[in-house]
């Protein structure tokens, strides 16, 4: 059987630009099996309590909506802990996106792909697709959305305005969390990426909920964003249990980074 003809779009992709997209498809395919049997291991050896996210799970059977704010430091462990529950998140829209998306849809998360990239081309708002998906299953039950809250670049600990503007315009109550694990392993990455290790004892430690001001100043907006900032810093410190935390975290204001958000939408 003859293969059908290569599109003009495929013919024009430069030979490593066709290479590197098909290396990106197979590792959307392998990357999950991988990391579920990894988890799956974990899991089965470990002790895990996640008895601090249940306020934040009934909510959702109150037919209202609510944020879990996380540090990016959790991102690797946190999704296979939360899975199977129709949770919303957004992905950027880069190769390494593209493997992550594939990753948390197996995982039965809704995704959203959009926000930054190297590539100016790829450049794709997707707050207010965030928000439409938040009302849609607010509709039908309730919605959970989960924000890392300093990712995707950092600096660890510097939270960004997004989760409050967010927050704002859809009055989701916010729950902060973090993800103890011992033993675990720490990657040399600048948010230090948590790993737990088979056999753990793994815990999350949640604040919350946070009430959403009702203002739309400035003010109430940084206000928000430093609220969050700090129960997740607390959280983080908690979770090291009087030992040095990995990583040390900073605020936005002294990342030396202005908190900007726009303008403060209306609720709606």
């Known amino acids: 059987m003859r293969r059908p003809p290569a599109s003009a779009h495929q013919r024009t992709l430069p030979l490593r630009r066709r290479l590197k ?22 899991c089965a050896t470990s002790r895990i309590d996640l008895s601090g996210l249940e306020p934040l799970f009934a909510s959702r ?3 209202s909506s609510a944020i879990l704010a996380l540090l990016h430091q959790d991102v690797f462990a946190g999704p296979y802990l939360i899975r199977n529950r129709r949770i919303i998140t957004f992905v950027s829209i880069s190769d390494a996106g593209t493997i992550v998306a594939s990753l948390l849809e197996r ?9 930054t990239s190297s590539r100016m081309s790829r450049l794709v708002p997707v707050f207010s697709r965030l928000v439409a998906r938040c009302r849609e299953h607010t509709r039908h ?5 989960v924000f890392a809250c300093d990712g ?3 600096p660890a600990g ?5 989760v409050a503007l967010f927050a704002m315009k859809t009055g989701a109550r916010i729950y902060c969390a973090k993800l103890d694990a011992r033993p675990a392993m720490f990657l040399r990455t600048w948010d230090r990426t948590l790993i737990p290790l088979p056999f753990s004892r ?3 430690h949640v604040d919350g909920p946070i009430e959403v001001p009702g203002g739309r100043k400035r003010e109430d907006l940084d206000g928000l964003r430093l609220r969050i900032e700090k129960s997740l810093h607390e959280l983080h410190a908690r979770a090291f249990g009087g030992r040095r935390p990995i990583p040390k975290l900073i605020g936005l204001g002294e990342a030396g980074r202005p908190a900007r958000a726009g303008r403060i939408p209306a609720r709606s």
Do not use: D, H, N, W
């Not at 039950?141 to 959305?145: F, P, Q, Y």
């Open 158 to 162: 510097a939270v960004q305005p997004g």
């Open 202 to 204: 793994i815990r999350v």
């Open 61 to 63: 059977s109150t037919g």
């Open 141 to 145: 039950g309730g919605a959970i959305v």
């Open 152 to 154: 995707s670049r950092g």
């Open 107 to 115: 995982l039965g998360f809704c995704v959203e792909r959009g926000g």
């Open 21 to 42: 997209k098909t290396g990106v498809a197979a590792l959307s395919l392998i990357a999950p099996l991988l990391y579920r049997a990894y988890m799956a291991l974990v």
